[in-house]
C-alpha cells in the first residue's frame, strides 16, 4: 500500500484511517487498540517547531515538507556484509522491516529471541511496550507510536550471556517516492544477563528519506548492555531517534551515539535509574561537514540512591555544519550518594562550523556528587607542525590528530573493529 502524502499532521491521519481498511498493515487485536490510542494522543499534538526550547536550533520544515510514503515496500537487494570481521549475529531490516533472507537467525543462544517485532511473543511485548516512553510526547515519537508495524525485538532471560555481538542494519532503499521509515526497537535484558548490539543505519542511494526511530530498552538487575547506535545515511536524509532506558538495580548500561552522515539528526536519549546501583555511560561522537545539522538531546534520571552516571560528548565539526549538545542530569530530591559527570567537547575545524552546548544538572538531593562542563577549540597549530616537520602531509597531520580527539569518545565500544572503522574514517575525511 503506497500513500505519499507530505508530513502534516492531517495527512498522518488520512494515512492511518487509510491503513486501518488494510489488515496487512496491522496485527493482532491488541496492537490495533495500542495504535488506536496512540494516534489519538498524536492527534493533540503537533510536529515540534524550533518555537519550542527544548527544539530552538533544530528546524524540522526540511523534513515535514516533503512528501512519503507512509508505507514502503522492500526490495531485492541481496548480500550485505558485516560491518567489521567480527563474528557476528546479524540482522538486517530493510525500509523497516525485518529481511530474514539476509540475517543470521538460526544459530541464537538457548534463552535469547531475536526477530522482528511484529512476529514475536505477544505476552513479552505487552508487557514491556510502551513502558520505558516518557509522559510528554512530540509529534514524531507519538507518529511512530501510532504507525508501530514492525521493528528489532531481542529478548536474553536471567543468567544467558550472549557471547557473539549482535549487529542489527537498519537500511533505507528509496524509489520515486521517499519512504517514511519507523522501526520501533524493542530490547530487554533479564536479571544478570549480558549482551553488545550495534544499530547500524546506513543508505543504499541519495534519494529524500525520513526515519523515524524509537528504542526502548530495558536492563535487568546486574545486567549489562552495551548499545552502538552508528548513522550513516543519505546527504538528503532525516533521522528522528529516541532512545528510552530503564535500569534496575546493579546494571549497567552503555550507549554510544556516532553520528557520520545525515541531512538533518535529531537524537533524544532518557535514562532513567531506577533502583540503587544503576550505572550508565551515555556516550556521543558526532563527525560533520558541509550542511549537516546533528541535534543531541540527552537527559538522565537518577530517581533513587546510589546511582552512577557518565556522559561524555565529543563533536568535530567542518564545512557549515552545526551541532547542538543539550545535556541534563536530574537528581531526585531522595536519591543520595550519586555520582554524575558530564562533559561535552568540540573540535572546530571551520570558522563557519557553529556548536550549541547547554550541560545542565538539576539537584534536589545534599549528599551528591556532580559535575559538568563544556568546551569549545580549534586543531592546535603547533601539533600541526610538528608533524608537518616530520615529514607527514597537511591533511594526514590533521586527520590523526582528530582522530586522536575523537578516541575518547569511542572508549565505550568494546568491539575493536567497530572502534577502527569509525576512526579510519573521521582520520580519512571519509564523513565530509
Not at 554524575?340 to 557553529?354: C, G, H, I, Y
Amino acid at each position: 500500500m503506497e500513500i505519499a502524502l507530505a508530513l502534516t499532521k492531517n495527512n498522518a491521519l488520512v494515512a492511518f484511517e487509510e491503513s486501518i481498511a488494510d489488515q496487512s498493515a496491522y496485527g493482532a487485536d491488541w496492537l490495533n487498540d495500542y495504535r488506536k490510542k496512540a494516534i489519538a494522543q498524536f492527534s493533540s499534538l503537533n510536529f515540534p517547531t524550533s518555537e519550542l526550547e527544548d527544539w530552538k536550533y533544530t528546524d524540522t520544515r526540511a523534513l515535514t515538507k516533503r512528501s512519503y510514503d507512509f508505507f514502503p515496500s522492500t526490495s531485492s537487494i541481496e548480500g550485505l556484509s558485516s560491518l567489521s570481521e567480527d563474528d557476528v549475529l546479524h540482522v538486517v531490516f530493510e525500509n523497516g522491516k525485518l529481511r530474514d533472507d539476509l540475517s543470521d537467525l538460526d544459530s541464537l543462544p538457548a534463552g535469547t529471541i531475536i526477530g522482528s517485532l511484529a512476529n514475536s511473543d505477544a505476552n513479552i511485548v505487552q508487557q514491556y511496550l510502551g513502558k520505558a516512553l516518557p509522559e510528554k510526547h512530540h509529534g514524531f515519537s507519538a507518529l511512530n507510536d501510532a504507525f508501530l508495524s514492525d521493528g528489532l525485538f531481542l529478548h536474553v532471560s536471567e543468567n544467558v550471556h550472549i557471547q557473539r555481538p549482535v549487529e542489527v542494519t537498519f537500511l533505507n532503499s528509496t524509489d520515486a517516492v521517499a519512504p517514511l521509515v519507523q522501526p520501533r526497537n524493542l530490547i530487554i535484558l533479564g536479571d544478570n544477563s549480558r549482551c553488545d548490539i550495534l544499530l547500524r543505519y546506513v543508505d543504499n542511494s541519495q534519494n529524500a528519506y525520513l526515519t523515524n526511530a524509537v528504542d526502548e530498552v530495558f536492563v535487568g538487575g546486574k545486567a549489562t548492555l552495551e548499545l552502538c547506535k552508528l548513522q550513516e545515511e543519505g546527504e538528503k536524509s532525516g533521522h528522528i531517534g529516541g532512545l528510552f532506558v530503564r535500569q534496575k538495580a546493579d546494571s549497567t548500561f552503555t550507549v554510544n551515539t556516532v553520528s557520520l552522515d545525515g541531512q538533518l539528526i535529531r537524537n533524544d536519549v532518557l535514562v532513567e535509574l531506577d533502583e540503587p546501583g544503576a550505572e550508565c555511560f551515555v556516550n556521543g561522537l558526532t563527525s560533520i561537514s558541509g550542511r549537516q545539522h546533528v541535534d543531541h538531546h540527552t537527559q538522565i534520571n537518577h530517581n533513587v540512591p546510589n546511582c552512577t552516571s557518565h556522559e561524555h560528548y565529543k563533536s568535530v565539526l567542518d564545512g557549515r555544519s552545526r551541532n547542538i549538545f543539550h545535556g541534563r542530569i536530574v537528581v531526585a530530591k531522595d536519591a543520595q550518594g550519586t555520582d554524575s559527570e558530564q562533559r561535552n567537547q568540540t573540535l572546530l575545524l571551520s570558522r563557519d562550523a557553529e556548536i550549541d552546548t547547554k550541560p545542565q544538572l538539576e539537584i534536589y538531593a545534599d549528599d551528591v556528587k556532580c559535575s559538568h562542563g563544556a568546551t569549545v577549540g580549534q586543531l592546535d597549530t603547533d601539533s600541526v607542525f610538528y608533524l608537518r616537520s616530520r615529514g607527514i602531509d597537511e591533511q594526514t597531520a590533521r586527520g590523526l590528530l582528530t582522530t586522536a580527539f575523537a578516541h575518547e569518545a569511542l572508549t565505550g565500544i568494546s568491539r575493536e573493529g567497530v572502534r577502527t572503522y569509525i576512526e579510519t574514517r573521521i582520520g580519512s575525511g571519509q564523513d565530509t
